[in-house]
């Protein structure tokens, strides 16, 4: 089966970039390509030791893409000795795929934006679909020769926004999207359901921002919703339009990078940004504003 036809179905949902997407098919079909690099990034840290896709190297959010004094990202030092050793140099296509409908997926994907890496796709389905569709998982951790990459500076200008400039955001009556459960939102609860309810001393939203959790994205496979329907949950439902200057917000940035996705490659919004800081650095924050309840 050619890559254009494995392609079809994914470009037959009218993303505005569905280049960026590509299916388990094609995936099984390029686990030996030399070319491409498949990169598992999960929330839970167990999962690729017991089993990942073959050749798949591994990815961990907190271990490799933070830095590990300071809450921020890894420089560019750092992100050239994480592409070497993984084996990869800027022409080498990274597919990412991970746990969680692909919310670590993306957010590695949104890390390596900052670094320029654009040559990047993402998985539709993530480990989930993989699994359902009972492809094989190994334990055999792969080994690749190290490069020498040399990334540009990061560049946190375009796809990322921190916290003063939320609240210039805010002010300004832009647009912002919490991604998280409505009960984070409303501040019944800190965390979602099923997590412990801690990180932040405040519960609530931001003022003025939308709830539109990161999950109506996807279908029960884990797999991206049609154009159409997502068009229909955030210009219909929420009033976005592809012009707006848009920032998405969860708890650390995880889910939001998710929506960032969404609306950036999906959709082809031009200015979303994603605040990584999220409410674990707004509900903690001095005098930052807080609203409580749903909005009618």
Same mark, same amino acid.
């Given at each position: 089966?050619?890559?254009?036809?494995?392609?079809?179905? *994914?470009?037959?949902?009218?993303?505005?970039?569905?280049?960026?997407?590509?299916?388990?098919?094609?995936?099984?079909?390029?686990?030996?390509?030399?070319?491409?690099?498949? *990169?598992?990034?999960?929330?839970?840290?167990?999962?690729? %030791?017991?089993?990942?896709?073959?050749? =798949?190297? /591994?990815?961990?959010?907190? =271990?490799?893409?933070?830095?590990?004094?300071?809450?921020?990202?890894?420089?560019?030092?750092?992100?050239?000795?994480?592409?070497?050793?993984?084996?990869?140099?800027?022409?080498?296509?990274?597919?990412?795929?991970?746990?969680?409908?692909?919310?670590?997926?993306?957010?590695?994907?949104?890390? &390596?934006?900052?670094?320029?890496?654009?040559?990047?796709?993402?998985?539709?389905?993530?480990?989930?679909?993989?699994?359902?569709?009972? !492809?094989?998982?190994?334990?055999?951790?792969? !080994? &690749? =020769?190290?490069?020498?990459?040399?990334? %540009?500076?990061?560049?946190?200008?375009?796809?990322?926004?921190? !916290?003063?400039?939320?609240?210039?955001? /805010?002010?300004?009556?832009?647009?912002?999207?919490?991604?998280?459960?409505? /009960?984070?939102?409303?501040?019944?609860?800190?965390?979602?359901?099923?997590?412990?309810? $801690?990180?932040?001393?405040?519960?609530?939203?931001? %003022?003025?921002?939308?709830?539109?959790?990161?999950?109506?994205?996807?279908?029960?496979?884990?797999? &991206?919703?049609? =154009?159409? $329907?997502?068009?229909?949950?955030?210009?219909?439902?929420?009033?976005?339009?592809?012009?707006?200057?848009?920032?998405?917000?969860?708890?650390?940035?995880?889910?939001?990078?998710?929506?960032? &996705?969404?609306?950036?490659?999906?959709?082809?919004?031009?200015?979303?940004?994603?605040?990584?800081?999220?409410?674990? $650095?707004?509900?903690?924050?001095?005098?930052? %504003?807080?609203?409580?309840?749903?909005?009618?």
């Amino acid at each position: 089966m050619s890559d254009t036809t494995l392609l079809h179905d *994914i470009a037959a949902r009218g993303y505005a970039k569905p280049d960026v997407l590509v299916s388990t098919e094609w995936v099984a079909q390029h686990l030996n390509d030399p070319a491409v690099r498949i *990169i598992e990034s999960n929330e839970d840290m167990l999962l690729y %030791p017991s089993g990942h896709v073959m050749n =798949a190297v /591994q990815v961990d959010w907190a =271990a490799d893409l933070n830095d590990p004094l300071r809450r921020d990202y890894l420089d560019k030092q750092g992100f050239d000795a994480l592409a070497s050793r993984i084996g990869i140099t800027p022409a080498t296509t990274v597919v990412f795929y991970g746990d969680k409908n692909n919310w670590w997926a993306t957010y590695a994907f949104w890390v &390596f934006q900052l670094f320029g890496h654009t040559n990047a796709k993402v998985m539709d389905g993530g480990r989930l679909k993989w699994e359902k569709e009972g !492809r094989l998982l190994t334990r055999d951790v792969p !080994r &690749f =020769a190290a490069t020498a990459y040399n990334a %540009p500076k990061r560049d946190d200008s375009r796809i990322r926004i921190f !916290r003063d400039d939320v609240l210039r955001h /805010q002010a300004a009556g832009k647009k912002m999207i919490d991604v998280r459960s409505p /009960q984070e939102f409303s501040g019944e609860r800190t965390h979602m359901p099923e997590y412990p309810q $801690e990180g932040t001393l405040r519960a609530g939203h931001i %003022p003025s921002a939308r709830s539109i959790p990161w999950a109506r994205a996807a279908n029960v496979d884990g797999s &991206f919703r049609s =154009a159409d $329907e997502l068009r229909a949950i955030y210009e219909k439902e929420n009033g976005l339009s592809p012009g707006d200057d848009v920032l998405t917000y969860c708890r650390i940035g995880e889910r939001s990078s998710h929506t960032w &996705f969404v609306l950036t490659y999906l959709l082809g919004y031009l200015h979303v940004r994603n605040y990584d800081g999220s409410w674990t $650095e707004w509900g903690n924050a001095v005098r930052s %504003p807080i609203k409580l309840g749903v909005d009618p």
